[in-house]
């Protein structure tokens, strides 16, 4: 399960597919996350928590993770 990245709440994505980690509290992160809703490319994965991180995938899929950026950086980086 090395290439795997553990979000939370028994949520797994694949390493080599994610493009950037992004905080939602811009205006435009709050824009990206509507277009990914409106198009049906929106996964939440906060189980109704806040969302703290968005992460946007190569298939144009956008991830919410209650996780902090920075938790979800470091798991990136231990996975490799």
């Known amino acids: 399960m090395e290439d795997v990245v ?3 709440f028994s949520t797994y ?3 080599k597919r994610i493009i950037c980690v992004l905080p ?3 205006a ?3 824009r990206i996350r509507e277009e990914a809703k409106e198009s ?5 994965a906060t ?3 806040k969302t703290r991180c968005i992460i946007v995938m ?3 899929h956008v991830i919410l993770s209650s996780l902090q950026p920075e938790t979800i950086q ?3 980086v231990e996975s490799k």
Do not use: A, V
């Open 13 to 15: 994505i694949m390493r």
């Open 47 to 49: 189980q109704g928590r």
């Open 40 to 44: 049906g490319m929106l996964i939440d």
């Open 28 to 30: 435009p992160m709050r």
């Open 24 to 26: 939602p509290t811009s």
């Open 6 to 8: 553990h979000i939370g």
């Open 58 to 60: 190569d298939t144009n």
């Open 74 to 76: 470091q798991r990136i």
